[in-house]
């Protein structure tokens, strides 16, 4: 079940970095969602499929989405995301190496996993939609990396720590871009709300256009095993929200609820 409001027709959502947040929930359930002249496709799903009611369990997904507009024009740009993720899932990274902005910022895909491949959460391909004044659209693909990034407070402490989302793309110039996801702690039906900077693509020019990710990311620290991501199936689904922002004042929010199967 999905619920989309929006400012105008035609805006979009950053979907390298919402696409965490909304698959994550989703249990091999695919999304389509159809609001004027946009098209937002998601497809998901977890492992395992059972999870206990009252304990939480390790999860890892895979998820893709595409997103376009019905005449063809272009995809505007994003300015920033929030995201809340349901209560009962978890983000564990403890004992989990981190990644600083500095160590990637510039960098090629094979020197940034040299600096940071310790801290890796999850890994994927994105594209981008790119249009410059008076010339034909092009698309550009590259690797999507995700790292564990750093907190003032420690995990569980002041602060939660950060997730850095970095892309690597010919936009038209090989580019690095990296958004950073400020993570916080929600309330109500929500455990985490993740802040999302989306960063400009080819001066403004380019725009997100899709994504597929996996996160498994899963270590052994002081002699037990974690799982950056893990659940459990309290009530029979997950829920998520997402609000979008861009540069002229629209937004566009959009709520997914997904189903859950209990094995105790």
């Avoid at 895979?62 to 024009?73: F, Q």
């Avoid at 998520?240 to 209990?262: I, K, L, P, Y």
């Amino acid at each position: 079940m999905e619920r989309i409001r929006r400012g105008r027709v035609g805006a979009v959502v950053g979907i390298a970095m919402v696409l965490t947040a909304i698959v994550v929930v989703a249990n091999a359930s695919a999304v389509t969602v159809l609001v004027g002249d946009l098209r937002l496709e998601i497809d998901g799903a977890t492992s395992p499929k059972a999870l206990p009611k009252s304990t939480m369990a390790p999860i890892s997904f895979h998820g893709s989405a595409t997103v376009s507009t019905a005449d063809g024009a272009h995809i505007p740009p994003a300015s920033s995301t929030e995201l809340l993720v349901d209560k009962h899932i978890g983000i564990d990274t403890t004992g989990l190496p981190t990644c600083s902005l500095s160590q990637i910022k510039a960098s090629p895909p094979a020197a940034a996993m040299k600096a940071c491949g310790d801290a890796l959460i999850g890994k994927g391909t994105s594209t981008a939609e790119v249009q410059f004044p008076e010339q034909a659209a092009f698309t550009a693909k590259g690797p999507l990396l995700a790292f564990n990034g750093p907190s003032e407070g420690g995990y569980g402490g002041k602060a939660y720590n950060e997730q850095l989302y970095y892309v690597y793309a010919h936009v038209p110039l090989p580019t690095a871009l990296i958004a950073v996801a400020k993570v916080s702690k929600a309330s109500g039906p929500y455990g985490y709300k993740i802040s999302v900077s989306i960063p400009r693509i080819a001066g403004g020019a380019g725009s997100f256009s899709g994504a597929e990710f996996t996160i498994d990311r899963k270590w052994t620290y002081k002699g037990k095993q974690h799982s950056f991501l893990t659940a459990e199936c309290a009530n029979g689904h997950f829920g998520a929200q997402v609000e979008v922002e861009f540069g002229d004042g629209s937004e566009m929010v959009g709520d997914v609820v997904q189903t859950c199967r209990s094995k105790d």
